[in-house]
Protein backbone atom coordinates (compact mmCIF):
# COMPACT_ATOMS: atom_id res chain seq x y z
CA UNK A 1 0.00 0.00 0.00
CA UNK A 2 1.76 3.81 -1.11
CA UNK A 3 2.24 5.60 1.76
CA UNK A 4 1.30 9.40 1.90
CA UNK A 5 4.64 10.60 0.97
CA UNK A 6 4.23 9.71 -3.04
CA UNK A 7 1.89 13.00 -4.05
CA UNK A 8 2.62 16.42 -5.42
CA UNK A 9 3.65 19.24 -3.44
CA UNK A 10 2.21 20.08 -0.44
CA UNK A 11 0.89 23.58 -1.69
CA UNK A 12 -0.92 21.49 -4.12
CA UNK A 13 -2.24 19.42 -1.82
CA UNK A 14 -3.54 22.63 0.61
CA UNK A 15 -5.33 24.07 -2.41
CA UNK A 16 -7.17 20.54 -3.62
CA UNK A 17 -7.80 19.67 -0.03
CA UNK A 18 -9.80 22.90 0.54
CA UNK A 19 -11.27 22.83 -2.87
CA UNK A 20 -12.56 19.30 -2.24
CA UNK A 21 -13.75 20.23 1.11
CA UNK A 22 -15.46 22.74 0.55
CA UNK A 23 -16.81 23.45 -3.20
CA UNK A 24 -19.29 25.49 -1.20
CA UNK A 25 -21.11 28.75 -1.85
CA UNK A 26 -20.32 30.62 1.48
CA UNK A 27 -17.10 29.10 4.56
CA UNK A 28 -18.47 25.86 6.33
CA UNK A 29 -22.25 27.25 6.71
CA UNK A 30 -24.34 25.03 8.87
CA UNK A 31 -25.61 21.49 7.10
CA UNK A 32 -28.49 22.01 4.86
CA UNK A 33 -30.28 19.20 6.20
CA UNK A 34 -31.60 18.00 9.43
CA UNK A 35 -32.44 15.52 11.99
CA UNK A 36 -35.23 13.28 9.96
CA UNK A 37 -34.96 14.79 6.62
CA UNK A 38 -36.37 13.98 3.28
CA UNK A 39 -34.33 14.61 0.24
CA UNK A 40 -35.41 14.58 -3.32
CA UNK A 41 -33.41 14.18 -5.95
CA UNK A 42 -34.42 16.45 -9.06
CA UNK A 43 -32.67 16.86 -12.21
CA UNK A 44 -31.07 15.14 -15.13
CA UNK A 45 -28.91 12.40 -16.47
CA UNK A 46 -26.44 13.34 -13.50
CA UNK A 47 -29.29 13.24 -11.14
CA UNK A 48 -30.83 10.12 -12.24
CA UNK A 49 -27.51 7.84 -12.49
CA UNK A 50 -26.95 8.76 -8.78
CA UNK A 51 -28.92 6.28 -7.63
CA UNK A 52 -27.03 3.32 -9.17
CA UNK A 53 -24.04 3.43 -7.26
CA UNK A 54 -25.53 4.50 -3.93
CA UNK A 55 -22.42 6.68 -3.16
CA UNK A 56 -24.37 9.95 -1.94
CA UNK A 57 -26.92 8.36 0.32
CA UNK A 58 -23.70 6.14 1.70
CA UNK A 59 -21.36 9.65 2.20
CA UNK A 60 -24.63 11.01 4.08
CA UNK A 61 -25.18 7.69 6.31
CA UNK A 62 -21.96 7.17 7.03
CA UNK A 63 -20.75 10.72 8.07
CA UNK A 64 -24.22 11.58 10.30
CA UNK A 65 -25.75 8.64 11.00
CA UNK A 66 -27.62 10.22 13.79
CA UNK A 67 -29.63 12.56 11.26
CA UNK A 68 -31.61 9.72 9.93
CA UNK A 69 -32.11 11.22 6.86
CA UNK A 70 -34.38 9.29 4.15
CA UNK A 71 -33.22 9.97 0.63
CA UNK A 72 -35.86 9.44 -2.62
CA UNK A 73 -34.18 10.29 -6.82
CA UNK A 74 -36.60 11.68 -8.56
CA UNK A 75 -33.90 12.33 -11.46
CA UNK A 76 -35.00 11.85 -15.27
CA UNK A 77 -32.24 11.24 -17.94
CA UNK A 78 -32.44 14.01 -20.12
CA UNK A 79 -34.43 16.73 -17.73
CA UNK A 80 -33.98 20.34 -18.06
CA UNK A 81 -35.36 23.24 -16.50
CA UNK A 82 -38.27 23.78 -18.98
CA UNK A 83 -38.15 20.19 -20.54
CA UNK A 84 -39.58 17.67 -18.50
CA UNK A 85 -41.68 14.84 -20.44
CA UNK A 86 -43.28 11.95 -18.41
CA UNK A 87 -45.68 9.41 -19.33
CA UNK A 88 -49.75 9.92 -19.10
CA UNK A 89 -51.06 10.30 -16.13
CA UNK A 90 -47.68 10.23 -14.69
CA UNK A 91 -48.42 13.26 -12.11
CA UNK A 92 -46.31 16.51 -11.78
CA UNK A 93 -43.14 17.42 -10.20
CA UNK A 94 -45.08 18.95 -7.22
CA UNK A 95 -47.08 16.10 -6.72
CA UNK A 96 -44.19 13.51 -6.38
CA UNK A 97 -42.34 15.46 -3.77
CA UNK A 98 -45.46 16.21 -2.16
CA UNK A 99 -46.16 12.36 -1.69
CA UNK A 100 -42.48 12.13 -0.64
CA UNK A 101 -42.99 14.44 1.42
CA UNK A 102 -40.19 16.81 0.92
CA UNK A 103 -38.07 18.54 3.13
CA UNK A 104 -34.90 19.23 0.65
CA UNK A 105 -34.58 19.12 -2.77
CA UNK A 106 -31.34 18.66 -4.89
CA UNK A 107 -31.45 20.46 -8.16
CA UNK A 108 -28.81 19.31 -11.20
CA UNK A 109 -29.77 21.03 -13.99
CA UNK A 110 -27.42 22.14 -16.90
CA UNK A 111 -25.60 20.26 -18.54
CA UNK A 112 -27.94 19.72 -21.52
CA UNK A 113 -28.62 22.98 -21.60
CA UNK A 114 -24.62 23.54 -21.71
CA UNK A 115 -24.53 21.53 -24.92
CA UNK A 116 -27.70 23.21 -26.56
CA UNK A 117 -26.25 26.26 -27.96
CA UNK A 118 -29.35 27.47 -29.02
CA UNK A 119 -30.52 28.15 -26.34
CA UNK A 120 -29.32 31.64 -24.24
CA UNK A 121 -27.85 31.43 -21.23
CA UNK A 122 -29.91 34.56 -19.37
CA UNK A 123 -33.00 32.48 -20.81
CA UNK A 124 -31.67 29.21 -18.68
CA UNK A 125 -30.79 31.53 -15.31
CA UNK A 126 -34.08 33.06 -15.80
CA UNK A 127 -36.04 29.50 -16.13
CA UNK A 128 -34.02 28.19 -13.15
CA UNK A 129 -34.54 31.60 -10.89
CA UNK A 130 -38.39 30.82 -12.09
CA UNK A 131 -38.08 27.04 -10.74
CA UNK A 132 -36.69 27.59 -7.84
CA UNK A 133 -38.73 30.69 -6.95
CA UNK A 134 -41.86 28.03 -7.17
CA UNK A 135 -40.28 25.49 -5.02
CA UNK A 136 -39.87 28.24 -2.14
CA UNK A 137 -43.58 28.66 -2.07
CA UNK A 138 -44.49 24.73 -1.65
CA UNK A 139 -44.66 22.98 1.77
CA UNK A 140 -44.21 19.81 0.66
CA UNK A 141 -43.74 18.28 3.83
CA UNK A 142 -46.81 19.57 5.07
CA UNK A 143 -44.93 22.78 7.10
CA UNK A 144 -42.88 24.55 5.77
CA UNK A 145 -40.79 25.63 1.71
CA UNK A 146 -38.03 23.11 1.32
CA UNK A 147 -34.17 23.70 1.59
CA UNK A 148 -32.98 24.08 -1.84
CA UNK A 149 -29.27 23.04 -3.08
CA UNK A 150 -28.23 23.85 -6.44
CA UNK A 151 -25.64 21.68 -8.16
CA UNK A 152 -23.69 22.45 -10.72
CA UNK A 153 -22.77 20.63 -13.24
CA UNK A 154 -18.92 18.63 -13.79
CA UNK A 155 -16.17 19.91 -16.14
CA UNK A 156 -15.87 18.58 -19.94
CA UNK A 157 -13.36 15.60 -19.70
CA UNK A 158 -11.90 15.57 -23.04
CA UNK A 159 -8.56 15.03 -24.35
CA UNK A 160 -9.51 14.04 -28.11
CA UNK A 161 -7.89 16.44 -30.46
CA UNK A 162 -10.86 15.74 -32.84
CA UNK A 163 -13.54 16.93 -31.00
CA UNK A 164 -13.14 21.05 -32.45
CA UNK A 165 -15.36 22.30 -30.29
CA UNK A 166 -14.40 21.17 -26.95
CA UNK A 167 -12.95 24.66 -26.42
CA UNK A 168 -16.55 26.14 -26.47
CA UNK A 169 -18.29 23.95 -24.82
CA UNK A 170 -16.02 23.64 -22.18
CA UNK A 171 -16.32 27.89 -21.98
CA UNK A 172 -20.00 27.42 -22.09
CA UNK A 173 -20.20 25.28 -18.94
CA UNK A 174 -18.54 27.68 -16.69
CA UNK A 175 -20.75 30.23 -18.07
CA UNK A 176 -23.59 28.34 -17.17
CA UNK A 177 -22.16 27.24 -13.94
CA UNK A 178 -21.51 31.09 -12.70
CA UNK A 179 -25.25 31.12 -13.67
CA UNK A 180 -26.31 28.54 -11.40
CA UNK A 181 -24.25 29.94 -9.36
CA UNK A 182 -26.25 33.71 -9.33
CA UNK A 183 -29.21 32.06 -9.25
CA UNK A 184 -28.06 30.75 -6.10
CA UNK A 185 -27.09 33.75 -4.65
CA UNK A 186 -30.50 35.68 -5.84
CA UNK A 187 -32.96 32.81 -4.15
CA UNK A 188 -30.60 32.69 -0.81
CA UNK A 189 -30.09 29.20 -1.47
CA UNK A 190 -26.96 26.34 -1.50
CA UNK A 191 -24.45 26.07 -3.95
CA UNK A 192 -21.86 23.23 -5.03
CA UNK A 193 -19.78 24.15 -7.41
CA UNK A 194 -18.47 20.59 -9.22
CA UNK A 195 -17.43 21.95 -12.39
CA UNK A 196 -14.54 24.12 -10.54
CA UNK A 197 -13.59 20.44 -8.49
CA UNK A 198 -13.87 18.41 -11.18
CA UNK A 199 -11.39 20.96 -13.50
CA UNK A 200 -8.94 20.46 -11.13
CA UNK A 201 -9.04 17.25 -10.00
CA UNK A 202 -8.65 16.41 -14.19
CA UNK A 203 -5.53 18.85 -13.96
CA UNK A 204 -4.51 16.96 -10.67
CA UNK A 205 -4.43 13.25 -12.51
CA UNK A 206 -5.76 13.01 -15.97
CA UNK A 207 -4.75 9.44 -15.70
CA UNK A 208 -7.79 8.82 -13.47
CA UNK A 209 -10.90 9.21 -15.65
CA UNK A 210 -13.83 10.88 -13.81
CA UNK A 211 -16.21 10.17 -16.75
CA UNK A 212 -17.37 7.75 -19.32
CA UNK A 213 -17.97 9.79 -22.10
CA UNK A 214 -16.83 12.89 -21.47
CA UNK A 215 -19.99 14.84 -19.56
CA UNK A 216 -21.50 11.52 -17.60
CA UNK A 217 -19.42 10.14 -14.29
CA UNK A 218 -18.28 6.91 -14.13
CA UNK A 219 -18.65 4.84 -11.12
CA UNK A 220 -15.14 6.89 -9.80
CA UNK A 221 -16.50 10.15 -10.76
CA UNK A 222 -19.50 9.64 -8.65
CA UNK A 223 -17.40 8.58 -5.91
CA UNK A 224 -15.38 11.70 -5.74
CA UNK A 225 -18.03 14.81 -6.83
CA UNK A 226 -20.95 12.98 -3.80
CA UNK A 227 -18.31 13.55 -0.80
CA UNK A 228 -18.35 17.60 -2.19
CA UNK A 229 -22.22 17.20 -2.48
CA UNK A 230 -22.21 15.53 1.33
CA UNK A 231 -19.86 18.50 2.58
CA UNK A 232 -23.06 20.86 2.18
CA UNK A 233 -25.43 18.72 2.99
CA UNK A 234 -24.54 17.30 6.19
CA UNK A 235 -20.84 18.76 6.65
CA UNK A 236 -17.28 17.72 6.23
CA UNK A 237 -16.20 13.96 6.80
CA UNK A 238 -15.02 13.70 10.37
CA UNK A 239 -11.17 12.68 10.45
CA UNK A 240 -10.31 9.41 9.94
CA UNK A 241 -6.32 9.93 10.47
CA UNK A 242 -4.77 8.46 13.30
CA UNK A 243 -1.19 10.04 14.08
CA UNK A 244 1.11 8.44 16.65
CA UNK A 245 4.20 8.32 18.30
CA UNK A 246 6.32 5.26 18.57
CA UNK A 247 8.97 6.28 20.40
CA UNK A 248 7.26 8.54 23.16
CA UNK A 249 4.11 6.18 23.34
CA UNK A 250 1.59 8.70 22.93
CA UNK A 251 -1.09 9.46 20.35
CA UNK A 252 -1.13 13.21 18.74
CA UNK A 253 -4.44 12.86 16.73
CA UNK A 254 -7.01 12.57 17.10
CA UNK A 255 -6.94 14.26 20.70
CA UNK A 256 -8.77 12.10 24.35
CA UNK A 257 -12.50 13.34 23.93
CA UNK A 258 -15.06 10.93 25.30
CA UNK A 259 -17.64 12.69 22.72
CA UNK A 260 -14.74 12.11 19.81
CA UNK A 261 -16.47 9.52 16.83
CA UNK A 262 -12.63 7.92 16.80
CA UNK A 263 -11.48 7.45 20.10
CA UNK A 264 -7.78 5.91 20.16
CA UNK A 265 -5.71 4.18 23.16
CA UNK A 266 -2.42 3.13 23.24
CA UNK A 267 -1.39 0.04 25.23
CA UNK A 268 1.30 0.29 26.83
CA UNK A 269 4.31 -1.22 25.78
CA UNK A 270 5.05 -4.16 28.72
CA UNK A 271 1.33 -5.59 27.28
CA UNK A 272 2.01 -5.64 23.26
CA UNK A 273 4.08 -8.42 23.14
CA UNK A 274 6.57 -8.31 20.07
CA UNK A 275 4.14 -5.54 18.22
CA UNK A 276 5.86 -2.07 17.48
CA UNK A 277 2.79 -0.58 18.90
CA UNK A 278 -0.43 -1.48 19.80
CA UNK A 279 -4.34 0.69 19.80
CA UNK A 280 -7.12 0.06 20.89
CA UNK A 281 -9.63 2.05 18.00
CA UNK A 282 -13.10 2.20 19.31
CA UNK A 283 -15.71 4.19 16.81
CA UNK A 284 -19.96 4.18 16.87
CA UNK A 285 -19.34 5.39 12.62
CA UNK A 286 -18.75 2.92 9.89
CA UNK A 287 -15.57 4.06 7.74
CA UNK A 288 -16.34 6.37 4.57
CA UNK A 289 -16.82 4.53 1.29
CA UNK A 290 -13.64 3.07 -0.23
CA UNK A 291 -13.28 4.22 -3.74
CA UNK A 292 -14.16 1.92 -6.40
CA UNK A 293 -11.37 -1.10 -6.73
CA UNK A 294 -8.41 -0.38 -9.54
CA UNK A 295 -9.15 3.17 -8.97
CA UNK A 296 -5.81 5.71 -8.52
CA UNK A 297 -7.44 7.62 -6.27
CA UNK A 298 -6.76 11.85 -6.34
CA UNK A 299 -4.22 12.86 -3.75
CA UNK A 300 -6.29 15.47 -2.73
CA UNK A 301 -9.16 13.37 -2.28
CA UNK A 302 -7.00 10.91 -0.18
CA UNK A 303 -7.97 13.18 2.92
CA UNK A 304 -11.18 11.34 2.53
CA UNK A 305 -10.12 8.52 3.35
CA UNK A 306 -8.46 6.43 6.95
CA UNK A 307 -4.99 7.28 7.42
CA UNK A 308 -2.09 6.40 9.97
CA UNK A 309 0.86 8.00 10.66
CA UNK A 310 3.52 6.64 12.73
CA UNK A 311 6.40 8.49 13.89
CA UNK A 312 9.54 7.37 15.89
CA UNK A 313 9.72 4.09 14.30
CA UNK A 314 13.25 2.28 13.76
CA UNK A 315 14.17 1.41 10.11
CA UNK A 316 12.55 -1.50 8.58
CA UNK A 317 9.65 -2.64 6.77
CA UNK A 318 6.41 -3.30 8.97
CA UNK A 319 2.72 -4.79 8.80
CA UNK A 320 -0.33 -3.03 10.16
CA UNK A 321 -3.18 -5.46 11.05
CA UNK A 322 -6.53 -4.76 11.89
CA UNK A 323 -8.33 -7.83 15.12
CA UNK A 324 -5.99 -9.94 12.90
CA UNK A 325 -6.56 -9.01 9.66
CA UNK A 326 -3.41 -7.39 7.43
CA UNK A 327 -4.40 -3.95 5.82
CA UNK A 328 -1.21 -2.35 5.06
CA UNK A 329 2.86 -3.00 4.38
CA UNK A 330 5.22 -0.11 4.38
CA UNK A 331 8.45 0.98 5.67
CA UNK A 332 9.55 3.51 8.40
CA UNK A 333 9.82 6.38 6.43
CA UNK A 334 6.33 5.66 4.91
CA UNK A 335 4.32 5.46 8.04
CA UNK A 336 6.18 8.68 9.40
CA UNK A 337 4.79 10.54 6.02
CA UNK A 338 1.35 8.53 6.91
CA UNK A 339 -0.24 5.52 5.05
CA UNK A 340 -3.87 5.78 3.62
CA UNK A 341 -5.58 2.78 4.61
CA UNK A 342 -8.15 2.36 0.80
CA UNK A 343 -9.87 -0.36 2.53
CA UNK A 344 -10.48 -1.63 6.50
CA UNK A 345 -12.22 -4.60 7.25
CA UNK A 346 -14.67 -2.75 8.76
CA UNK A 347 -15.05 -1.16 5.40
CA UNK A 348 -17.14 -4.68 4.35
CA UNK A 349 -19.72 -3.02 6.76
CA UNK A 350 -19.89 -0.06 4.28
CA UNK A 351 -20.03 -1.95 1.91
CA UNK A 352 -23.32 -3.52 2.85
CA UNK A 353 -24.53 -0.59 4.02
CA UNK A 354 -24.31 0.50 0.61
CA UNK A 355 -25.70 -2.50 -1.02
CA UNK A 356 -28.64 -1.94 0.85
CA UNK A 357 -29.01 1.39 -0.59
CA UNK A 358 -28.98 0.81 -3.91
CA UNK A 359 -31.31 -2.02 -3.42
CA UNK A 360 -33.82 0.41 -1.95
CA UNK A 361 -32.81 3.05 -4.83
CA UNK A 362 -33.68 0.18 -7.17
CA UNK A 363 -36.95 -0.41 -5.32
CA UNK A 364 -37.87 2.90 -5.22
CA UNK A 365 -36.85 3.31 -9.13
CA UNK A 366 -39.53 0.50 -10.34
CA UNK A 367 -41.93 2.47 -7.70
CA UNK A 368 -41.55 5.62 -9.29
CA UNK A 369 -40.73 4.52 -12.98
CA UNK A 370 -42.64 1.55 -13.86
CA UNK A 371 -41.79 0.06 -17.42
CA UNK A 372 -45.38 -0.95 -17.92
CA UNK A 373 -46.69 2.74 -16.66
CA UNK A 374 -49.38 2.05 -19.56
CA UNK A 375 -51.41 -0.43 -17.28
CA UNK A 376 -50.09 0.96 -13.60
CA UNK A 377 -51.82 4.82 -14.25
CA UNK A 378 -51.93 5.49 -18.38
CA UNK A 379 -54.72 4.61 -20.70
CA UNK A 380 -54.72 0.76 -20.07
CA UNK A 381 -55.61 1.62 -16.21
CA UNK A 382 -59.22 -0.30 -16.52
CA UNK A 383 -59.69 -2.95 -16.25
CA UNK A 384 -56.72 -4.65 -15.36
CA UNK A 385 -54.45 -2.62 -13.54
CA UNK A 386 -56.82 -1.08 -11.41
CA UNK A 387 -56.73 -4.51 -10.18
CA UNK A 388 -53.33 -5.94 -9.99
CA UNK A 389 -51.24 -3.05 -9.42
CA UNK A 390 -52.25 -1.17 -6.38
CA UNK A 391 -51.41 -3.99 -4.09
CA UNK A 392 -48.18 -4.74 -5.68
CA UNK A 393 -47.30 -0.81 -5.45
CA UNK A 394 -47.71 -1.09 -2.11
CA UNK A 395 -45.45 -3.58 -1.76
CA UNK A 396 -43.01 -2.04 -3.17
CA UNK A 397 -43.76 1.15 -0.53
CA UNK A 398 -43.07 -1.38 2.00
CA UNK A 399 -40.06 -3.12 0.96
CA UNK A 400 -38.46 0.58 0.64
CA UNK A 401 -39.54 1.96 3.99
CA UNK A 402 -37.87 -1.20 5.34
CA UNK A 403 -34.78 -0.29 3.67
CA UNK A 404 -34.99 3.02 5.26
CA UNK A 405 -34.89 1.53 8.59
CA UNK A 406 -32.14 -1.35 7.72
CA UNK A 407 -30.03 1.56 6.40
CA UNK A 408 -30.54 3.55 10.04
CA UNK A 409 -29.79 0.46 11.99
CA UNK A 410 -26.65 -0.78 9.51
CA UNK A 411 -24.79 3.22 10.24
CA UNK A 412 -24.77 2.91 14.05
CA UNK A 413 -23.15 -0.12 15.21
CA UNK A 414 -20.52 0.16 18.10
CA UNK A 415 -17.07 -1.37 17.57
CA UNK A 416 -13.79 -1.28 19.39
CA UNK A 417 -10.88 -2.80 17.18
CA UNK A 418 -7.08 -3.57 17.93
CA UNK A 419 -4.48 -2.12 15.50
CA UNK A 420 -1.13 -3.95 15.50
CA UNK A 421 2.22 -2.76 13.51
CA UNK A 422 4.63 -5.25 13.44
CA UNK A 423 7.80 -5.59 12.19
CA UNK A 424 8.37 -7.70 9.48
CA UNK A 425 12.08 -7.58 8.18
Known amino acids: MPGR ?20 HASEPAPAASPGDRICIVGNTFADRLRVDGYLETWLTTRRPDLQLTVRNLGWS ?20 TRQRADLVLCCFGM ?14 QSLLQFVRHLQTQSYNGDAPPQIVLVAPIALETADPRIED ?35 LMQES ?10 HPNEYGYWATTATIADVLVGSAPSWSIEVDAATQSVTHPA ?15 TIGEAALRLRVSTSL ?7 AESLVHPSLSQLLPALTVQGLPDGRYRLTIDDTPV ?30 RQKNEWFFHRYRPANSEYVFGRRTKPFGSVSFPPEMKQFDQLIERSDGTIHGQARRKRAETWSLHRID
Open 166 to 200: ANRRAERLQTITRAIEEVADESSTRFVDLHTLTTQ
Open 328 to 357: AEADAAQWTAGVTLERLPASRRTEGLRETI
Open 112 to 125: SEALDESLDVADFR
Open 256 to 270: ADDDAPLQVKLQPAN
Open 5 to 24: SHTPSLLLLAVMAGLHAHAL
Open 286 to 292: LPPPAAP
Open 78 to 97: GDTVDIRPRPLNFGSLDEHL
Open 206 to 215: PSQRLTDNGI
